[in-house]
């Protein structure tokens, strides 16, 4: 398109609508939607250690931490990064009979250090 501002609105009322039918669907089914921050370091944070780079450019495909030398695909590493974050952000509870007294803990270990 010629116009870039008009570009933009187009292309920003697709994601509200995506997001406007992601809400609506984890509602109808019970389910929980977890929005990371827009500026959450998804690609810059090793998904094995947590470690978190000053810069990334866009055109490294391939993330190589510099703490653990960990090494995978830029875009899986993102992945790992925001499913971390959902487990993280969600809280289970475990179902006990009225007659059981006994008190049982959930926990959730996981290695990535939020900021």
Known sequence: MAN??????IQDMG???FRRQLDYKTQLYGS???IADR?????KTC?????KKESLS??????ECEQCHAVCGRDLNASLNLA???VS????AWVVDSADTTTVKQEVNVKFAHE
Not at 4 to 9: G, I, Q
């Open 84 to 86: 971390s974050l959902a």
């Open 89 to 92: 952000s969600t809280v289970s």
């Open 4 to 9: 870039h501002k008009l570009a933009k609105a």
């Open 47 to 51: 998904s094995n250690c947590g470690y």
């Open 39 to 43: 500026w959450f370091p998804s690609s």
């Open 58 to 63: 866009l055109t490294e495909r391939v993330f």
């Open 32 to 34: 929980e939607l977890i």
């Open 15 to 17: 994601f509200y609508e």
